[in-house]
Nanobody, 126 residues
Framework: QVQLVESGGGLVQAGGSLRLSCAAS????????LAWFRQPPGKERDFVAG????????YYTDSVKGRFSISRDNSKSTVYLQINSLIPEDTANYYC???????????????????WGQGTQVTVSS
């Protein structure tokens, strides 16, 4: 059974940093692209960042470029999201998502991802 478990969220002041982690189990992690999405209260779930199988392709939504960094450690079956220079607009529940095996391009739509974690809450105070 595939499981994705996020951690690392919390309450942080504007300008601070957090490192989110998503540990996967029950699958051959190295053959799947991964992504982070976020969902602010009362809003839709939106794409944040994605990383391909061997990290040869990485893509960010415009609002986080230069502040967020996605990476993966296939030996630990874990994907990370380093988030710096946090602003209140970054407040959301952050989800990791598993794409289709061997897919090289990075999808930005929720329907392109078949498995999701339970989310980790990031709250940024001003």
């Amino acid at each position: 059974q595939v499981q994705l478990v996020e951690s690392g969220g919390g309450l942080v002041q504007a300008g601070g940093s957090l490192r989110l982690s998503c540990a996967a189990s029950g699958l051959r992690f190295s053959i799947y692209p991964l992504a982070w999405f976020r969902q602010p209260p009362g809003k839709e779930r939106d794409f944040v960042a994605g990383i391909s199988v061997n990290a040869e392709n990485i893509y960010y939504t415009d609002s986080v470029k230069g502040r967020f960094s996605i990476s993966r450690d296939n030996s630990k079956s874990t994907v990370y999201l380093q988030i710096n220079s946090l602003i209140p607009e970054d407040t959301a529940n952050y989800y990791c998502a598993l794409g289709r095996a061997w897919r090289t391009n990075i999808g930005t739509n929720t329907y392109e991802y078949g498995h999701w974690g339970q989310g980790t809450q990031v709250t940024v105070s001003s």
